[in-house]
């Protein structure tokens, strides 16, 4: 069964400091989509970035980075010189296929506090 | 702001009451998802429609169902309520089925049991 694996339940930092966060999956498909989600203070849930198993280019947008390493089946999640508004439960999510169907199977989310 | 909305924002009510959570999904997308946020079981899927029908199920229990409206809005309908359904209720939604599409959260819907 599909399995994701965020082994960091917190992870406090100071402003400036660079941080990874770390996702670790599980999955018998060969083709398979790899999400991280943002849950700010306020509850909603935000869509950071989209990768699929055939592509293991690292994606760079702003301070944000991904590095999809699938020999190790990791999709790990850098933020650099980090802010305040960057503090937020961060989730990792694998899309697992029901048939044609695929649903989101979410890791249990790191809480990243950046303090000033 | 992902273009999905959700009302209520805040539900309270009591053990064994009945509830309707509203979803409308951004426009144009065709497939509508609920999900379950809780501190012991964190986010759980619950089902998915596709343009009117019932894709797929997870997690759901009996006492809980769902619907979609021809102009593709969503309903979860929950009964019985039990403390324990206390609970963060996100819908989702995407263009496709959802094989290669990313799912877009709308703000959710706090239901408290008491």
């Known amino acids: 069964a599909q399995k994701v694996t965020q082994a960091q339940t917190e992870i406090s930092v100071v402003e400036k400091e660079d941080v990874t966060l770390d996702c670790v999956y599980e999955t018998r498909d060969t083709t398979y989509y790899l999400f991280w989600y943002k849950q700010p203070p306020s509850g909603e849930l935000v869509f950071l970035i989209r990768?699929?198993?055939?592509?293991?280019q690292n994606e760079i947008s702003g301070r944000y980075s991904w590095n999809f390493q699938k020999s190790t089946s990791s999709f790990n999640f850098t933020i650099t010189a980090s802010q305040v508004v960057d503090s937020a439960v961060y989730f990792c999510a694998l899309s697992e296929a029901l048939g044609r169907i695929r649903k989101l199977v979410f890791g249990t989310g790191t809480r990243l506090l950046v303090s000033p | 702001d992902s273009g999905v909305t959700q009302t209520p924002k805040h539900l309270i009510t009591a053990t064994g009451q009945r509830v309707t959570l509203r979803c409308s999904p951004r426009s144009g997308d065709l497939s509508v998802y609920w999900y379950q946020q809780s501190l012991d079981q964190g986010l759980q899927f619950l089902i998915q429609?596709?343009?009117?029908?019932?894709?797929a199920k997870g997690n759901i229990l009996e006492r809980f169902s769902a619907q979609q409206f021809p102009d593709l809005h969503s309903e979860l309908n929950l009964s019985s309520l039990e403390l324990g359904d206390s609970a963060l209720y996100f819908c989702?939604?995407?263009?496709?089925?959802?094989?290669?599409?990313?799912?877009?959260f709308g703000p959710g819907t706090r239901l408290t049991v008491l």
């Open positions: 989702a939604s995407s263009a496709g089925q959802g094989s290669t599409d990313t799912q877009y």
């Open positions: 429609y596709y343009n009117g029908e019932e894709r």
């Open positions: 990768r699929n198993s055939f592509d293991e």
